[in-house]
């Protein structure tokens, strides 16, 4: 009797404890409401937008403890879509993302700083093109809550910027392209 | 000289296609190797590809045009001193050069089109998309394109040394029937 009651206070306490410790959360791939995009000049003419489509990840989220959040991404970078088949073809190709030989790219975060109300630091290790190097992103939570079909999601901003050349980037296109911006949003179903 | 092929000899017509194929496809392989290695600042890094689409569209139609021609005209006999390994290996390579030739066309046509956008003709008209949105269908498209045009390169040489076999080792009259010249 006292260990079903031990149960059953144990099982109790573990369901209240989502809103005390962090949680983790799986990207919404199926649904997708997470999308990595990027840009960068056009000869300084103009910007060129593109995507990767094919990405998955988890995070941990603790609103009362931000700074304990993880966030964990992998993109397979054959998936990217500039709305174009002969540049995404070249973009694929060992001049960019040389896709034959590294299929992915990864973040790991490895810190949070919390810089205000809803923003933060995240510092991350960024894996791409085979080179390994820390990026921070800086970072906004957009909102949480329980969704209408019996789940509960949390969703995030961010944007960072990579030089092409610290990742081993072979085709130089010229000032304007390089650097990229990413922009990220990422919203995840708690586990 | 007649339009027409007949049972001795090959007419105008069929000259013409055979020498102008080739000289398309040397030309193209050339131009699609030199234009895939240009930097993005090369003035021609826009117009070469563009070039290189628009010959390769009217190459499939040539294509075309010729394997309608040969089959509505009368072939050629073979030359009484050609050995019988000679003509099955002739007939093995011609048939492949057609066949590879309609593949790098096709596959070419994959690459561009590939989601969706359409291919200009010299400017004068636009080939729409039809297959598109295949499983990374530019990149292998793609490698098919590349690695057809290499062996075609290959066989299209070996078929050029046949011919010269023929013209200067065993001096008959194979060459000059396809340079349009009385048998000697």
Redesign the interface.
């Known amino acids: 009797m006292k260990k079903i009651f031990a149960g059953v206070a144990l099982g109790g306490l573990m369901a209240l404890s989502g809103s005390l410790y962090a949680a983790d959360y799986q990207i919404d791939k199926e649904g997708q409401h997470a999308f990595i995009n990027f840009k960068t000049g056009h000869m300084g003419f103009s910007m060129l937008h593109g995507r990767f489509n094919d990405f998955d990840g988890t995070f941990s989220w603790d609103a009362e403890n931000p700074e304990n959040s993880k966030v964990n991404v992998t993109i397979n970078t054959a998936s990217v879509d500039s709305n174009h088949a002969e540049r995404d073809k070249h973009l694929r190709s060992d001049d960019f993302l040389n896709v034959a030989k590294h299929p992915q790219a990864t973040f790991v975060s490895t810190g949070v700083e919390v810089t205000g109300e809803n923003t933060a630091k995240v510092t991350g290790d960024f894996t791409f093109n085979g080179v390994t190097k820390p990026v921070v992103i800086d970072a906004r939570f957009v909102g949480e809550g329980d969704d209408p079909w019996g789940g509960y999601r949390a969703g995030f901003e961010g944007t960072t910027s990579i030089k092409l050349a610290d990742y081993d980037v072979s085709m130089d296109l010229g000032p304007a392209s390089a650097v990229v911006e990413l922009d990220l949003t990422i919203e995840g179903i708690r586990q | 000289m007649q339009l027409r092929n007949s049972q001795q000899r090959y007419g105008l017509v069929a000259i013409v296609l055979h020498w102008l194929v080739a000289l398309a496809v040397i030309g193209l392989a050339i131009l699609g190797l030199w234009m895939t290695d240009l930097s ?2 090369s003035p021609y890094y826009r117009s070469a ?1 563009f070039w290189h689409k628009s010959i390769g569209i009217t190459l499939a139609a040539v294509l075309v045009l010729r394997l309608l021609w040969r089959w509505g005209n009368p072939r050629p006999a073979h030359l009484p001193n050609h050995k019988r390994w000679e003509i099955s290996v002739a007939g093995v390579v011609h048939g492949l050069l057609y066949l590879m030739l309609l593949v790098i066309v096709l596959s070419g046509y994959l ?7 359409g291919i200009s003709v010299f400017g004068w008209f636009e080939i729409p998309a039809s297959i598109t949105g295949l499983p ?4 292998r498209a ?1 490698a098919v394109h590349y690695w057809v045009a290499i062996a075609v390169l290959g066989l299209a040489a070996l078929h050029a040394l046949g011919a010269l076999k023929h013209h200067f080792l065993d001096r008959d009259d194979t060459l000059r029937r396809m340079l349009g010249m009385r048998a000697r």
């Open positions: 993005y600042y590809p690459i561009s089109t590939a989601t969706g956008q990374s269908q530019a990149d793609g």
